[in-house]
């Protein structure tokens, strides 16, 4: 049984006696809230500090910064185009492959497995999410690239008939687009995976107890009541993922193969906007810094960009849970 | 009215009844489904099963005292040049303890920055802010700011940081200003997150005992969400500790053991991306990458008994 407070004594209370922890509150309200405005803090000094560091280069190559994709730093022609194309085509091949597995292992965890077996999935789930993307990375380039390149040219052959599929996928050295993206995708799935969990963790039982009461069989209940629920969070968890999949800079470094170029074919190497910097911040200086910085400061602006289209994306769902509730 | 939540138990199956009464189509396409569940399950749990038995069987034979307690080698490489081309190779003595020292001593000072700050900011965000505009302003950078990639937490802290002051730049200080930058917002969210689970009737109870609002917060609303709140902690300590990219150019290189916070550093991370591509430096690398895993995983397994120890007292007050 819920009691509900008289709305004027809740009133009351919420107002303290000038003595009585009323300070004491202040204070406290004062200390998380300066807690909280660091996040805004620390957001402001990244854009200032790196696009401050990054300037030399903005200024000296001007637009074709952005619009070239030559990037040579011994004649001092900085275009970001390659990695740019590069971070989105792995991010992209990633979440393509993640975001399925990941929904479909969070489903089966919280609608179908039995509750020992979910504890001991999640267990396994929640220790594999923490394995370090640099451990992925090691692994990717001692044990898969030479067993990746076997496959992908196989492939290759099977395909080179077929018109598109042809130009998508070519020859390969083991270290490609695919290759990144392919880890990636393997190293964001418990992310997403325990962030969905979460998520479907909050449908109301009796909702889905009230599908299935009805004749609802278990993918009609997970349709109907279970997925519509979830939705928002759903995308929450897959932008976590392919944020972190944009950002990603050890693993991709170690699997890429450091050839910045824009090509269709996805078993070709490549080059990513983290991994370059990465690569060369340290042995840097001058206009090549900037210009590596200023890299950097794409990559803050992309994911920001990303993040408030997938917030955006959030809220829509969440009105429509709402109205259809 | 129990303080913590559970999750809800999973209704009896009834698959005994959809044989009798449910069409073959919406049969078929419920097995389809279930099946499709179960093998992503697969998917998933081969790959990374596979990382893990290569990690532990070709990092396994690196575990000995020597790399607890010696340096770094520095003559990996010209030892394994030398056995290339049939000279006597010199013997290697394979340390690590000054990488496990520091990545132990960044993560530390990491955690020690971060997570006060992101407990305290989701407790502004859920008992202050609510739903009123700042909060969720403030939210929504939170999640812009878990989005942010942590290789740029390392540039931001180069360039605040490192160029600053120059060549005493580099150190552990800094490291751990990157990982607590990458730290906060996730504290800050999966904290927010336990706070909003605890149950406004405990809030309501204690305001009508007339305690103030932050003594509620102190005494009952955290105590009640702590488990979930370290749980979600310590997984960012681990995620901390296992990152690379904010330590590539914030803490320096050394392979002897340096112990103050300040001055150049090493970390397990960086040992295993600067070895992999050193001639010779590859059982180096699975050996640091075993040492990291393990750290990581006994950091979450800890977490994880922390967080049912807490959540049976928090039952139990209720």
Redesign the interface.
Known sequence: MTITPDPAVAAGLQQDGPGRGGRADRAFRLLAWSAGVLVLVVLAGIAISTTQKAWPAFSSAGLDYFTTSTWDPNKGQFGILAFVYGTLVISAIAVVIAVPVSIAIALYVTELAHRRVAGIINTIMDVLAAVPSVVFGLWGFLVLRPILQDWFNSFADAVSGIPVLRTLFGPSTGSSFMSAGLILSIMIIPIITSISREVLRTVPANDRNGALALGATRWEAIRSVVLPHSTGGLVGASMLGLGRAMGETILVALVIGASPQIVANLFAQGEAMPSVIARNLNESSGTYQAALIGLGVCLFVLTILVNIVARRAVGVFERRSRGAA | MTATLS?????PS?SSV?TR??STR??V??KV??T???L??L???I??A???Y??VSKGASMISVDWFTKNIPTNVSSSALAEKFGAEPEPVIYGMWPAIYGTLLITFMASVIAI??????A???N???KNGRF?RV?R??????????????G??I???WV?RFGAEGRSAIAGALALA?LM??IV?RSTE?MLRLVPD?LR?AS??L??????T?TKVVLPAAIGGITSGAM?AV??A?????PL??TIGAVSEIHYPPTGQNTAL?TQ??SN?TQPGG?PI??GA?LT??VL??V???VA?FIAGRFAIHANAAS
């Open positions: 999750p809800p138990a999973p209704a009834h959809l009464t449910v919406r049969r396409v419920d489904a279930s499709l569940m179960t992503s399950l998917v998933a749990a790959p990374l596979w990382v893990l290569v990690v006060p700050l992101g407990i305290l900011g407790v502004y965000l008992e202050y802010g909060a403030l929504f950078f939170t999640d812009v700011m878990v989005g942010v990639p942590s290789v740029v937490m540039i931001f180069y360039t605040a160029i930058c906060l917002p800050v997150e009737d309501a305001a009508a007339g305690v103030p609002t932050w003594r917060v997984l681990a995620r500790a296992g990152e690379t990219a590539l150019f991370s295993i991306f992999i590859a690398a699975w990458a990291l895993i990581v995983v950091l979450t397994l994880r």
